[in-house]
């Protein structure tokens, strides 16, 4: 799943920084450069939000859902949690347990340990490449499942970071 390719990415990564993006070409690495701009200046991770989302009417709308819930459930803030483009230094994923669906919380994750994360607005296009292997009535339970996860990581946590990444 997309949770284990980030984390073998994440283990093959040969420099400090992390970049990721979805392939079907509905976002652009083209917009890491302001991203990479706000690493330079201090921030640890940097996660888009996409502007003008050209997914079809019953995709926005399961994410707005989403995001209210989720941001009642562990009280974070993201507008677009689930954006594929983020930039993040290595270390601050290195006290994130592996669980599967990490990749969904990541922002959220990052910053609970302390770390300072950034949004900053992205293009979002039309796919064109691939098909969604995510909908909306198959993906509920899990992404539900992943939350309490988080939300128990959270409560833990209690505002200290986890493990020592920080």
């Not at 507008?79 to 290195?94: G, H």
């Not at 994130?96 to 300072?116: A, K, S, T």
Request: glycine share 10%; proline share 5%; hydrophobic share 40%.
């Amino acid at each position: 799943g997309q949770s284990a390719a980030l984390r073998a990415g994440i283990a093959a990564a040969r420099y400090d920084l992390v970049g990721r993006f979805d392939g079907d070409l509905q976002t652009t690495p083209d917009d890491f450069g302001p991203m990479l701009d706000l690493i330079a200046g201090g921030a640890d991770c940097v996660h888009g939000v996409r502007t003008n989302r050209h997914d079809a009417f019953r995709r926005r709308l399961a994410s707005a859902v989403a995001r209210e819930v989720r941001q009642r459930v562990i009280g974070d803030r993201f507008r677009d949690i689930s954006c594929p483009l983020t930039v993040f230094r290595r270390w601050c994923v290195a006290s994130v347990p592996p669980f599967d669906g990490f990749h969904r919380f990541l922002p959220h994750l990052i910053r609970m340990q302390g770390y300072d994360v950034r949004e900053v607005p992205v293009r979002h296009f039309p796919r064109v490449a691939g098909q969604s292997k995510y909908g909306v009535s198959d993906r509920i339970w899990v992404g539900l499942k992943s939350l309490a996860y988080v939300r128990r990581l959270t409560r833990e946590a209690g505002g200290k970071p986890l493990g020592t990444g920080v």
